[in-house]
């Protein structure tokens, strides 16, 4: 429960996830200051009782947490870098920044590094549930830093999250982040695989997915995303190509440099990277469109 002297929560990138984490704070008491580039974006936050800034100077100088939701890694290191000598305006303040962003391990470890030396600290905090979760307080947080820090972000932890799992020391959520990621990729063209030959042999797909879902085959991706957003054609879970492609590219650079043998994630790492047929700002669920084609 925050306290009567309101915490102060900055979010940094308003998207599609930024905005719900920024919504469900300022619904749950935080006082919650909010920047984006996009206008739109900062009107639309502050309609939910968001204070949107035109600079990112008021985050680092007054809040107690800062919320990252970036795009990459390099947004984040340069986000940092930039600006987080203003963390010191206030002497005696301990601010913890919460990456929520699906960034890289090393990135990670050389900011929580430098933030410790200011006396500041950096917890990557990746998330899964999707804008719904962001908007509703119930993501799935995999968490990499330490103890200490973790303690000190809990009330900002707990107000956006349903699960928030500590995987290890600094990095060890991206890690995680990561090895789920490609293994949701895995299973976007495994199932669409599957529905494709059940139609191929004469079985609706409808009722092929079912049993899937009933049998040792489900995974999250056959159980949500398909009946959600591929069986109808929707195509709208709010996650784009563009990242889940960024997300396996890096997934297997990692196993790549750690020296994992991945034969089969590997290729499907190739075939995300080389579905030309989908734009990186297409959903990421059109992955698994099983049905052919209408012919011109």
């Known amino acids: 429960m925050v306290e009567e002297t309101k915490l102060t ?3 940094v990138g308003l998207g599609s996830m930024g905005l719900g984490m920024a919504q469900t ?4 008491g935080f006082a919650t200051l909010g920047f984006d580039l996009s206008a ?4 639309l936050a502050e309609k939910a009782n968001v204070t949107p800034t035109d600079r990112l100077d008021p985050l680092f100088e007054k809040a107690d947490f800062l919320v990252f939701s970036l795009p990459t890694a390099r947004d984040v290191e340069n986000t940092v870098n930039r600006y987080s000598h203003l963390l010191n ?3 005696g303040r301990r601010v913890i920044i919460v990456d929520t962003s ?5 990135v990670s470890r050389a900011l929580a590094a430098k933030l410790d030396a200011m006396e500041h600290g950096f917890l990557d905090a990746p998330v899964s549930g999707g804008p719904a979760g962001a908007a509703s307080g119930a993501l799935t947080m995999m968490i990499g ?3 200490d820090d973790l303690a000190l972000a809990r009330p900002v932890i707990e107000a956006m999250s349903a699960k928030a799992l500590h995987v290890g020391p600094s990095g060890a959520g991206n890690v995680a982040k990561l090895v789920n990621n490609m293994l949701a990729a895995a299973h976007m063209v495994t199932t669409s695989e599957a529905l494709k030959m059940a139609l191929a042999a004469g079985i609706s797909p409808e009722s092929a997915l079912r049993v899937l879902n009933a049998a040792s085959g489900k995974s ?11 069986m109808n054609e929707r195509f709208d879970s709010g996650f784009s190509m563009g990242l889940m492609r960024k997300d396996v590219r890096l997934a297997q650079e990692m196993a790549t440099r750690t020296g994992a043998e991945n034969p089969l994630t590997a290729v499907v790492a190739k075939l995300w990277a080389e579905a030309d047929h989908l734009k990186d700002n297409d959903d990421f669920t059109r992955m698994g469109a099983f049905r052919p084609e209408p012919s011109n």
């Open 89 to 91: 305006a206030d002497g």
């Open 40 to 43: 739109e974006r900062k009107a």
């Open 145 to 147: 830093g330490t103890d």
């Open 102 to 106: 699906t960034s890289e391990p090393d």
């Open 220 to 230: 999250m991706i056959s159980e949500v995303h398909f009946p959600t957003w591929v």
């Open 25 to 28: 704070l300022a619904s749950k």
């Open 9 to 11: 929560v900055g979010v």
